[in-house]
C-alpha cells in the first residue's frame, strides 16, 4: 500500500514567519553569496513571475520543531503543446538537512510540489534524482545537446591543454573567416542584420505568434514572458539581447552570457527563438556577433534537432551532454 510522505512529514507552503529559520537554513546549505539568499531575485522569481497563479503556493517548507530542515520551489511557466497551452512548473532548490536525508522529507516536499501544476519540468538533475524521479513516474527525457563554436583556436587549444596541435592544425584566420563568410551570406542572401536592443519591447510578439506553430511543444515566450525573464531580472547587465531584423520587422531573437571559461571569454547562447528557416541566419550572425567580441568560443544547449544540423553546418562541435532533463 502507498502513503502520503506528507503526513509523516508536514509540508506547508512558505509563510512569512518562516523567514528567519528559512534564511538560517539557506546560508548554511547554499551560502550567504548564492542566489537563494538574494531577496530581491527571491521577490522576482517568485513574485514577479507573471504566470503565477496566485491562488497556488511556489515555494514550501518542511519543519520540524518549528525549524526547517528541508524546501522546495517551483518556478511557473506557461506550456504550448500543439494548440493548447498549459500549467507548467520548473521544480528547483530541493534541499534537505543532512540529519533529515533519507528520512522521507525529500518525497514529502516533492509530493507537495507535485500537486502544483499540469506538467512538471526538471533540468539538471543528478544521476541519484534522476533515479528517484523515475521511480516517481517522471519521464527521462535524456540529456541537452551541447554544441561549441570555436572562435578563437589558440585559446581553445589553451583551456583544453594538450591540444596544441589544433591551433598549428586549424588557423585562427580559417576559423574566423568562416565564421564571418556565413554571416555574410545571412546577410545577403537572406537580407538579415542583428539588431543590439537595451530590452524587449513588443516587436517580440510578432516573433513569437510567426515561430509558435513551427514547433509542437514550447515554453511560451511571448512580450510578457521574456521582459520578466531577462528585463526585470535583478542584474539584467548580465544578458546580452538582439533582434534578428529584415527591414523594420524583427524575424528572431536571441539573447547571449558573456561568460568565463577556462580563463577565457565566451558567449553562452541562453535563449533563441524564430520561425526554422530562419534559425540559420540567425545563429550564424549570432557566431559572427560573438567573435568581433572577443569571444574565444560560443556555448549552446538545446533540445532541438533542427537546430542540431544548423549548428553542425555552422561549424559547431557537439561534446558531452551534461544537463538531464525529466518531465511528469
Avoid at 73 to 101: C, F, N, T
Avoid at 181 to 197: D, F, T, V
Avoid at 252 to 274: E, N, P, Q, T
Wanted: hydrophobic content about 40%; glycine content about 8%.
Amino acid at each position: 500500500m502507498s502513503h502520503d510522505p506528507r503526513i509523516r512529514h508536514p509540508v506547508l507552503p512558505y509563510d512569512s514567519s518562516d523567514k528567519d529559520s528559512l534564511s538560517d537554513f539557506q546560508r548554511e546549505y547554499f551560502g550567504t553569496r548564492s542566489r537563494q539568499c538574494n531577496e530581491a531575485f527571491a521577490q522576482w522569481l517568485f513574485e514577479s513571475n507573471p504566470h503565477r497563479d496566485r491562488n497556488k503556493p511556489v515555494f514550501w517548507v518542511c519543519k520540524r520543531d518549528g525549524i526547517v530542515v528541508g524546501q522546495q520551489a517551483s518556478v511557473p511557466v506557461l506550456l504550448k503543446v500543439g494548440d493548447q497551452e498549459y500549467r507548467a512548473s520548473w521544480g528547483i532548490d530541493l534541499m534537505v538537512h543532512r540529519e533529515w536525508r533519507l528520512k522521507g522529507v525529500a518525497p514529502a516536499l516533492s509530493a507537495a510540489y507535485e500537486s502544483s501544476a499540469d506538467i512538471l519540468l526538471g533540468l539538471g538533475m543528478s544521476s541519484a534524482a534522476v533515479r528517484s524521479y523515475s521511480r516517481a513516474s517522471w519521464s527521462d527525457m535524456g540529456r541537452l545537446g551541447f554544441a561549441v563554436r570555436p572562435l578563437d583556436v589558440r585559446a581553445c587549444a589553451q583551456a583544453l591543454q594538450g591540444r596544441a596541435q589544433l591551433a598549428r592544425l586549424v588557423p585562427n584566420v580559417l576559423v574566423g573567416g568562416s565564421s564571418a563568410l556565413l554571416a555574410g551570406m545571412a546577410r545577403g542572401l537572406k537580407g538579415c542584420s542583428l539588431e543590439p536592443i537595451r530590452e524587449f519591447d513588443e516587436r517580440v510578439e510578432g516573433v513569437w505568434q510567426a515561430s509558435a506553430n513551427d514547433y509542437h511543444v514550447l515554453v511560451k515566450r511571448d512580450f510578457t514572458s521574456l521582459h520578466w525573464r531577462f528585463d526585470q531580472f535583478p542584474e539584467p547587465g548580465r544578458y546580452k539581447r538582439y533582434y534578428m531584423m529584415r527591414r523594420s520587422r524583427a524575424l528572431g531573437y536571441a539573447v547571449v552570457r558573456m561568460d568565463r571559461w577556462r580563463g577565457h571569454s565566451i558567449g553562452r547562447i541562453v535563449d533563441y527563438l524564430g520561425p526554422r528557416k530562419y534559425l540559420s541566419p540567425l545563429l550564424a550572425l549570432l557566431i559572427e556577433e560573438m567573435r568581433t567580441r572577443g569571444a574565444a568560443a560560443v556555448f549552446v544547449e538545446h533540445l532541438n534537432k533542427e537546430a542540431a544540423v544548423v549548428l553542425s553546418l555552422l561549424g559547431c562541435f557537439r561534446v558531452t551532454a551534461v544537463t538531464q532533463f525529466m518531465l511528469k
